[in-house]
């Protein structure tokens, strides 16, 4: 297929910038106005109408089909009208080691499976070191996907791009798949950091490089997915986790800033990393300091603990808890006081006068048993709460 990156001003005017402006902290959590609010995984299994394109292509065709992916990408925008103020490109971030030139598939009722994972330093460095990518052309199909949706999309929402957080890619290249303990890809580390550290790397500029195309595609904030990041040490977060989410954001602006600037130059969009149980005070004042403009937070901390131990620079993200949508209306209805007027919650901190922005999601993905008039219901009471100007 044919594909080459658009000029960026041929796209729709964005109406709706709030998510852009409290990530790039323009626009501080302010009483009476609701913040910015999206889901994680708000296209995904829970919704029908994406088991109904499922049930007619497997799960990599929809990310490999622009149409679909865009149509995927829409379906919660379409279903929740005016209550959500982003879109997240339909893709995963196993995309990247198939680009990597890994084999990898999704098992119903299993999940991401690799028909042969790396096992050791040796096999690494002859499948993944010793390879070049060729990151457009591997994934030029999320290009498209992105292009087409920011089209679609007609300015009503901005658009987000992802990819994962290397330790995240490194745990299933190794183990193969999902796993509770992750520890062949901990093993790997303890007795061969080195290797580790090359592979870490590697995947650092391919995901990068795919982040910098994704930008030129039209992707106007990109957020890094470390969900592993909960499975090592402290000084094990230090090691093998913090220095390649720092060098994303820093790869991404090299990639940007090196393309001609002629017809027009490609500004660096605001970036979330989400690295998710980095809750310690430690790990949460690191991640704030990391070049990126806004933190995810999971659910196992209070905002005005986060708040606390981040630089009040960067915008806030999170962080109600995924499985209160299968708690009904009642729980959902706590949980979203617990975030905002609680007592060690956002709006209160803030009208304490704590600086920061917020952007409201959930401290993981959406689950696949969540009924959507539960979504709609968070949606709705988040936008209520927040529309008080104090506690009642
Ligand atoms: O957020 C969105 O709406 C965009 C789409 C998106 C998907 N995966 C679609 C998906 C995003 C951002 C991801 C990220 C992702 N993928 C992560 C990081 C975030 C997280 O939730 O931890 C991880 C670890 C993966 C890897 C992955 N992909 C797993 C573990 C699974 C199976 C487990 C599960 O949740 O079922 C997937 C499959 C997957 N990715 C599905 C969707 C909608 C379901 C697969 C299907 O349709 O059969």
Request: aromatic share 8%; glycine share 8%; charged share 20%.
């Amino acid at each position: 297929t044919d594909y080459s990156f658009p000029s960026l001003d041929s796209f729709p005017t964005l109406r709706n910038d709030a998510l852009l402006r409290s990530a790039q902290g323009t626009q501080p959590l302010a009483l009476g106005t609701p913040p910015p609010i999206w889901i994680m995984r708000q296209a995904g299994r829970y919704l029908p109408e994406f088991q109904q394109v499922r049930r007619d292509h497997s799960f990599f065709t929809v990310c490999r089909t622009p149409k679909l992916a865009c149509e995927v990408t829409l379906q919660p925008i379409r279903r929740f009208d005016g209550l959500l103020d982003a879109s997240i490109i339909f893709s995963d971030i196993l995309v990247v080691p198939q680009a990597m030139g890994l084999e990898v598939q999704m098992l119903g009722g299993v999940g991401p499976h690799f028909p042969s994972p790396l096992v050791d330093p040796q096999d690494a460095q002859r499948r993944v070191l010793d390879r070049d990518v060729d990151v457009f052309a591997e994934l030029k199909y999320v290009y498209a996907a992105i292009t087409e949706t920011r089209h679609k999309l007609d300015g009503k929402v901005p658009l987000i791009g992802f990819c994962a957080g290397p330790w995240t890619l490194f745990g299933y290249m190794v183990e193969g798949g999902g796993s509770r303990t992750w520890e062949k890809a901990k093993a790997w580390a303890y007795k061969n950091p080195d290797s580790a550290h090359a592979v870490l790397d590697k995947i650092a500029r391919v995901s990068a490089q795919y982040l910098a195309h994704q930008v030129q595609a039209g992707a106007q904030l990109l957020q890094v997915f470390d969900t592993n990041a909960d499975c090592l040490t402290p000084h094990g977060f230090d090691t093998f986790i913090l220095p390649y989410l720092r060098l994303l954001p820093t790869l991404v602006r090299e990639h940007l800033a090196a393309l001609p600037s002629s017809p027009s130059s490609v500004p660096c969009p605001p970036m979330t990393v989400f690295a998710k149980g980095a809750t310690s005070p430690a790990q949460l004042s690191s991640l704030s300091q990391s070049g990126y403009e806004t933190v995810g937070l999971d659910w196992t901390v209070s905002p005005r603990f986060a708040r606390t131990h981040t630089s009040s620079r960067v915008a806030l993200q999170g962080n109600v808890d995924p499985s209160v949508l299968l708690g009904g209306s009642p729980a959902i209805k706590a949980e979203v006081r617990r975030v905002t007027w609680g007592p060690d919650g956002f709006l209160t901190c803030a009208a304490e006068g704590v600086k920061g922005g917020w952007i409201v999601n959930l401290g993981h993905g959406i689950t696949p048993g969540v009924d959507p008039e539960d979504a709609r219901y968070f949606l709705e009471r988040v936008r209520r709460e927040c529309a008080k100007k104090g506690v009642d």
